[in-house]
């Protein structure tokens, strides 16, 4: 356990270098797998340690919190000297009074026996890279084993030890001390460092370290070093002595740069001030932490920035005062003055500055002035944009004299003419317009011409008029004949395939008729059609006389059959009765006074059972009725249609229904009416 808090763990000592064969047929197991995986990671660590190095990438940064009884490590991420990626996900505590209680004896003994307390004892916070087998899962095992010594990690999670260190974990690689090949005592100062020092002393080193009697004047930059082949071909030497025999991996015996055991990343040291409360160690006062020798690794991007400064600020060391130039007259330079050439002397000349005003027959400032004239004279702000083939014209008149866009002929372009026009032209050019054709006048008078016609010569004048053109049929001329008389080109039809045509004038919707041995105008003969009936032919219902009701009411039984051979279809009611307007009963009249059909208003129609109804008539005991049933009302339920769309759908004609098809008529009989209908031998 670290004392922030984390675990770890390994795996399987495998050899990364080498790689899984994959061979058709070959059986794959746990160690291939294992030797791919291992092969990859180590291959990414190495690639990552000896390329880029090792250190803190971001975050990271270690506090005192608790008034100074707890150290805290924030988020970050850092590369270990394996060249293994270490996150830190979230903020990281320790209870620095813990820690001593569990380290009490190597406290004591560091502080010295007896202790002189309160004093300061040098801690290290270190990371390390862990792995912890997680997530598990049952595997077949041997016989008489628990569940859970059956089970396996299926997952590796990559954690970190956080901890604290009596001592700080070696420098390793670029960071190592150097060891002289002479035997001298080793360099207190890193490779690597003193490495940059003398790349620094080959690229800038004699400006810095020159005699003082070759110092530029106060105020001025030194003098760059010179810098040609030959120092560049030293750089490169210099280089590819680190590399080839210098970095120290080399020295350790390690030339694929390899870290060996298990090496932790120093974050920083913390003077913890120590004091004593009885029998227990205890902190006093807030420890200080020095975080100057944590190893740091830049990103790309900000080693990138970071040149491309230092090449810019760079230039500053080839920065040249006028003085230091050779042949330049220095008497009357000015502020932002540049030097020009002129008999072999370089001179100062005042130039043009973005944001100058321009003048003469330029406006607006520079860069970008605007051409505002020629030769003095203003080129017009207020005229129009100018057009292709346009040209700027001089216009002196008045006060307003300026160049201004105008029309112009070009080279080999030809000279319109100008004033009256004459010959066959009037008007005046360049607009004129055509009078004549070879000195023979256009008649204005004869209108607008139409479409097709031509100019023909009367004798006198051009005018317009109908011709024939070429390939148009040419129209007959001379008396007609046949069944035509008269004469072309209007001739009029006599007669019908040799027979005549009478001449009497026909009237609004006469047709032709042949009578008395001609085509003579008569009206057309009236025909009453004859409505188209269906080929199904059904009864509509049965209605029989019960007697009379309870109250003298006329009572009669409908039975509906609407497909008599099967009987499937069913009246629909609502609330057990017909619609009020599906049925109309009349009784016929023989006063010659009133309507011969007289409609009874008091009835009422009631279901018994499926297509069977009970009709009450409460209006005395007529002796010959008519019930008319509207189908456009009557439903069917099956079908959820009226009965008069049902009928049109399967085409079926009821007997009794009307032409309109809409309406049903059945004769019946009123028994009830006792004698009523007997004669009276009497009469």
């Known amino acids: 356990m670290g004392d922030f808090r984390a675990g770890g763990g390994a795996g399987p000592g495998l050899d990364p270098r080498k790689r899984t064969n994959h061979v058709l047929g070959m059986v794959m197991g746990e160690d291939e797998f294992r030797q791919d995986m291992l092969h990859l990671r180590e291959r990414d660590h190495r690639d990552v340690r000896a390329l880029h190095g090792y250190g803190t990438v971001a975050g990271l940064s270690v506090v005192s919190a608790g008034d100074g009884a707890r150290l805290e490590v924030r988020p970050g991420l850092a590369i270990d000297p394996a060249g293994r990626s270490v996150c830190v996900p979230v903020t990281q505590c320790a209870d620095l009074s813990r820690w001593l209680g569990t380290n009490d004896g190597e406290v004591r003994q560091r502080l010295g026996s007896p202790p002189s307390l309160p004093a300061t004892l040098p801690i290290y916070v270190v990371l390390c890279y862990r792995e912890c087998p997680t997530d598990d899962v049952p595997v077949p095992s041997a016989e008489c084993l628990s569940s859970d010594e059956s089970k396996v990690a299926s997952r590796i999670a990559e954690s970190f030890e956080l901890k604290l260190t009596f001592d700080p974990p070696p420098l390793v690689g670029e960071l190592t001390p150097t060891e002289p090949d002479d035997g001298s005592p080793p360099q207190t100062r890193p490779g690597l460092e003193r490495l940059i020092e003398e790349l620094w002393e080959l690229l800038v080193g004699s400006a810095l370290d020159g005699p003082d009697d070759a110092s530029p004047p106060d105020g001025s930059p ?136 321009a003048g003469g027959d330029l406006g607006g400032t520079y860069p970008s002035p605007t051409v505002t004239g020629l030769r003095s004279v203003s080129i017009d702000a207020s005229a129009e944009r100018p057009e292709q083939d346009q040209a700027l014209l001089f216009d002196g008149r008045g006060r307003g004299r300026a160049w201004r866009p105008g029309d112009v002929a070009l080279p080999g372009d030809p000279q319109p003419p100008r004033g009256a026009a004459g010959g066959d032209l009037g008007g005046d050019y360049p607009d004129p317009v055509v009078t004549g054709l070879r000195s023979v006048p256009i008649d204005e008078s004869a209108g607008r011409p139409e479409q097709d016609q031509a100019l023909l010569f009367d004798g006198r004048a051009w005018r317009p008029a109908d011709v024939v053109r070429p390939g148009d049929p040419q129209p007959p001329t001379g008396d007609a004949g046949g069944d035509l008389r008269g004469t072309y080109p209007a001739p009029t039809v006599s007669g019908l395939q040799g027979r005549s045509v009478a001449q009497t004038q026909p009237s609004q919707g006469q047709v032709l008729r042949w009578s008395q041995g001609a085509w003579r105008p008569a009206a057309l003969p009236e025909v009453t059609p004859t409505p188209s009936r269906p080929e199904i032919v059904l009864p509509f219902a049965t209605i029989e006389a019960l007697g009379p009701g309870p109250n003298r009411e006329s009572t009669f039984v409908i039975w509906f059959h609407l497909d008599a051979h099967d009987n499937q279809l069913e009246i629909a009611t609502r609330d057990r009765q017909l619609p009020p307007d599906a049925l109309e009963v009349f009784e016929e009249n023989e006063d010659p006074n009133s ?89």
Do not use: K, Y
């Open 222 to 357: 030194p003098e760059p070093p010179p810098f040609g082949m030959e120092e560049l071909a030293v750089l490169r030497e210099r280089l590819r002595d680190w590399v080839v025999t210098e970095r120290p991996e080399l020295a350790e015996g390690l030339p694929c740069l390899d870290v060996a055991g298990d090496p932790c990343l120093l974050l920083a040291r913390v003077d913890l001030r120590v004091d004593e409360d009885g029998d227990d160690l205890v902190v006093h006062g807030t420890p200080e932490i020095d975080e100057d020798d944590r190893p740091v690794l830049l990103s790309t991007r900000l080693l990138q920035e970071l040149v491309l400064r230092l090449a810019a600020g760079s230039q500053e060391w080839r920065r040249l005062v006028l003085g230091d130039l050779v042949d330049v007259e220095v008497d009357d330079a000015d502020d932002a003055d540049a030097l020009s050439f002129e008999d072999g002397t370089w001179v100062p000349r005042a130039v043009l500055r973005p944001g100058d005003q």
């Open 595 to 683: 309507d011969f059909l007289h409609q009874l208003f008091e009835i009422e129609v009631i279901r018994a059972q499926r297509n069977v109804f009970v009709a009450r008539i409460f209006q005395g005991t007529p002796p010959l009725l008519r019930f008319r049933f509207q189908l456009e009302v009557l439903e069917e339920v099956n079908h959820g249609m009226t009965v008069a769309d049902l009928a049109e759908d399967r085409g079926i004609t009821f007997v009794g229904q009307q032409l309109d098809q809409r309406t049903v008529t059945r004769f019946v009989l009123n028994t009830n009416a006792g004698q009523q209908l007997v004669p009276d031998p009497e009469r």
